[in-house]
């Protein structure tokens, strides 16, 4: 047996319309916007080679028909700081080329919980260049995770990458995306359901 509940309005518990209906299927509400609140995405804009344990340099927001949503990432010499806390994914790519072999080209996305003192990776992909036409070989590689940021303070995020064959080169671009990292805000940690 199926029931109907027909209401004009959704009231809280002091009395306050939360939501409400013209009865032709239109509402407004209230309520807080759940939907994505934080959207930023940067990249390098200079080729490099070699380690970089992390990525400290040349590092913009990307500026190519593109707007972050809410305040957007902090960086410094490669380190990101967020700007609220919330459940983030963390997407990260780019391309890498090289005029002989490398066995493994690995780029990782590194989390510090303790302001930056100490990182760890959480997310890594790798990919291998392997060269048979005697000319320049390019290969992708990319690596995404999700992180409860439960502290502004405490969690940093920095982005490496390391080769087997440290003469490899690794593309950056002021006026196009072939390599980025994007965070996305996707709600609220748990820790702040449950601590307002």
């Known amino acids: 047996m199926s029931s109907i509940l027909k209401v004009d309005q959704l009231q809280d518990s002091g009395g306050n319309n939360i939501i409400t209906s013209n009865g032709s ?25 070699g380690n970089a344990i ?34 983030y994914q963390v997407d990260t790519f780019t391309h890498m080329y090289l005029n002989s072999n490398s066995r493994y080209n ?24 392997s060269n048979n036409t005697s000319s320049t070989t390019y290969a992708n590689v990319s690596t995404k995770t999700i992180i409860d ?8 995020v920095s982005i490496k990458v390391t080769h087997h064959d440290t003469n490899t080169a690794v593309a950056g671009n002021s006026s196009n995306n072939n390599n980025a990292t994007t965070f996305i805000r996707l709600g609220d940690t748990w820790w702040q359901i449950e601590n307002g």
Do not use: C, H
């Open 25 to 49: 299927g239109t509402f407004t509400s209230s309520l807080p916007n759940t939907g994505i609140t934080e959207a930023d995405q940067w990249r390098w804009t200079a080729n490099f080679t």
């Open 149 to 156: 940021v439960t502290n502004t303070s405490n969690f940093k």
């Open 106 to 129: 690995e780029i990782a996305i590194q989390l510090s919980t303790d302001g930056g003192s100490n990182y760890s990776v959480i997310a890594d992909g790798y990919t291998s260049i």
């Open 54 to 87: 992390p990525i400290t340099a040349n590092w913009e927001r990307n500026d190519t028909s593109f707007d972050k949503i809410g305040t957007g990432m902090s960086e410094s010499s490669g380190i990101f700081t967020f700007p609220q806390t919330g459940i």
